[in-house]
């Protein structure tokens, strides 16, 4: 795994205007170490980090200043440079550091001599650059500190605190609070005049008053969708249509890892629902440039730069393309398949997954892999996992086990083997993906299934031992050998259940359900405005943790973290700027995936067509029966289109398992059943064929009146 740092590489670097020349280690000098701190609020590949950009890091070391002294940094990149200030004891020292690599490396910068006091007071800040972001800071002296601790602990000798800085030094597009459609919050905000005439039955009348409110609930958050494109297309690349990764320092290329794989898939999911001449049009056609510009090894996508025409990187990194590839199909092309089923955009998964296979390299025990990256390996897990079904071809499964015995038959298992474990974005995939894996083998390959049940479930206890709260929500990142844990707890708390989850529905441990069902039930009263479970106050946190509570609700629907979510909600939507940017970055499109996904929820799958801004249709059950609320400011012909059960005729899954970023089924209409379809009096029924419901059932809609149609599904005879 990369973030181990035993295995840091070097990384070249520079000192700017100081006579401390820093030096690129290859790894920290432990004998040396005296005092140090680790982690942050935020996580790049597993590892826990600061970024300047959003705040000065500043420690105080316990430590009397001497001759010899040094920091040594474990430094980020993002394939580029970073620039920080270290400021010791009120002398500044500018530093760059980075370069060709993604993750973290170290970095030694010599402290002057002859610094005055009895500590070190230490300011991390951002320089003239991109900001530098940093796992850990250490400080080493000659002799070392022979009394000091195991260096597992996450401090020693230390403190560390932020310090918000000027206005200035932030993002345009980051922080952003308040309404940014004010022009929409009457229509959101008001309900629906009370009919004249109510349903006689008075669960009924409250179903469809609930629907009601599920409307205008969908209509916010399919809006705000829809806005998020207009914003993101605004800043397209005029000569490709391409979108750039952000809208920051990264605005000159398009790459697989962020704008593939999080932010334009839901640009597409959200056209499909609300705008099907952009998604028939301009979506299908940015997905045709992609692959004729991106494509550098077979169809591998690499970095595009907008302004040299070709690619970002020089020099082919197999490795990263890997990544990026990998990134794009779990994230991006999946969810999208899953909702669509075969398209363009399955066969663009598909071609991949086959190239990154047809470029493994790394020889194991169990046959060549593509990658030792951890987050790639899960990511490679569930999309083969997928696709197996999907396409129904055995080699998909068969790469599938060669990562499962890999991970759970050899020397590499998460929690007996590796030493830390971090349960955050990009580390939950191999926890979650092997959970697919299970699914498959249970179903077509009972005996790898048994050879997988026992370390499956010793990963899965380990977690729910070491890695959860006293509510049971999960830590950042754990220690396996001592149970030692990071404060901050993850956003990514769902995705991480949906495994156990999945592992209960199979073999029906009830400890795994139970973990599940203490987590959602714990919501509402201890993290009601903490959407972002601590990890990150960003949009993408925020929509990361709600979103795992609404796979999970689908299964077990816990009134009160429903109602945590009604409300969290509203914090991430507080994010988004009047011309429909929300942060500015790539993480953008996971709040619009949230979006649809909670809006999927208030209309129980129901979508429209064609969908206007005005049209509010929101659903609820009451007893068997769907009660489902339309209403328009302006007359509106159209369709209600019904869900179907995509994991089975789409995925051509066995069986609808919670998995990272799938769109939950709710009322699912079957094409050879029938269905009574009434008004709220009852006294317009009418007989429909489930066909005709996933078609569309034809509604017409007068200016301001609410049309309310209850459908009660048949018995088959």
Known sequence: MRTLI????????????????????????????????????????????????????????????????????????????????????????PVTGGGD???????????????????????????EGKAAFIAEVRLTAPGGDAKRPDLKRASYKAKSA???????????????????????????????PAPAKPASDARVEAAFRLAEKHGRQAN????????????????????????????????????????????????????????????????????????????RVDRLPDDYSFSKKGWRREKLDLDAIIFDGAEYV???????????????????????????????????????????????????LQACARLYWFTG????????????????????????????????????????????????????????????????????????EIGRNEHGLLYLRVSTRTGEHTSALTDNWGYNYDGIYTAFLLDKTAAYRDAARKALSNLKEHYTGQGGMCQSNTADGY??????????????PVASAMEWVDAEIKTMWGRQHPNGVIEGWHGDGNSARTSLMYALWKTQGITVQPWRADVRFGAAREGGRLCISVIADKPWEGRLIFDKQRHKLNMHLPLDYPRINQFPEWFTAQADAHYEVSNAAGDEEQLRTGKTLL?????????????RLIIKPLEKK
């Not at 690599?101 to 402290?111: E, I, T």
Request: hydrophobic share 40%; aromatic share 10%; charged share 25%.
């Open 6 to 93: 035993g295995s840091m590489l070097v990384a070249g670097c520079a000192l700017i205007g100081s006579a401390a020349e820093p030096v690129s280690v290859g790894s920290p000098d432990d004998r040396a170490a005296v005092a140090w701190v680790r982690g942050g609020d935020q996580e790049f590949n597993g590892t826990p980090y600061h970024f300047l950009g959003s705040s000065d890091m500043q420690v105080t070391f316990d430590v009397k200043p001497q001759r010899g002294a040094a920091l040594e940094l474990l430094w980020g990149s993002k394939n580029d440079k970073r620039v920080a200030v270290v400021v010791v004891n009120g002398q500044s020292l």
């Open 101 to 127: 690599y993604s993750g973290f490396r170290w970095l030694r910068v010599p402290l002057p001599d002859g610094v005055k006091g009895e500590r070190y007071d230490i300011t991390l800040k951002p320089g």
């Open 162 to 192: 932020q310090k918000a800085q000027a206005a200035r030094k932030r993002s345009p597009w980051m922080g952003f609070q308040g309404e940014g459609f004010p022009e929409m919050r009457k229509v959101w905000d008001t309900p629906a």
């Open 220 to 295: 916010e958050a399919f809006y705000r969708s829809r806005r998020f494109i207009d914003g993101w297309l605004a800043h397209a690349d005029p000569a490709t249509g391409l979108i750039p990764r952000n809208l920051n320092e990264s605005r000159d290329f398009w790459n697989g890892r962020d704008s593939a794989a999080d932010n334009w898939p839901f640009m597409v999911l959200t056209a499909a629902m609300t705008d099907r001449p952009l998604f028939e049009g301009r979506m299908l056609e940015m997905l045709r440039t992609e692959t004729k510009l991106t494509c």
């Open 330 to 380: 779990k994230d991006g092309l999946l969810p999208i398949t899953e909702w669509l089923g075969p398209s363009p955009w399955s066969e663009r998964a598909i071609g991949i997954i086959d190239d990154i296979w047809k470029n493994a390299q790394v020889e194991t025990p169990f046959g060549k892999i593509p990658t030792l990256n951890f987050e790639v390996n899960g990511d490679l």
């Open 393 to 464: 071809e055995r080699k998909y499964l068969d790469w599938a086990i060669r990562l499962g015995d890999y991970y759970l038959c050899g020397t590499n298992h998460p929690t007996r083997d590796m030493k830390e474990l971090a349960l955050g974005d990009h580390s939950c995939e191999v926890i979650n993906g092997l959970s697919e894996l299970y699914v498959a083998c249970a179903h077509v390959a009972p005996e790898k299934r048994e050879v997988y049940r026992k370390p499956l479930h010793e990963m899965y206890d380990r977690i729910l």
């Open 543 to 556: 929509a990361d943790s709600i979103e795992g509570a609404i796979t999970l609700l689908n299964r077990e």
């Open 695 to 707: 078609n569309g059932f034809a509604v017409s809609l007068k200016a301001g009146e609410e049309q």
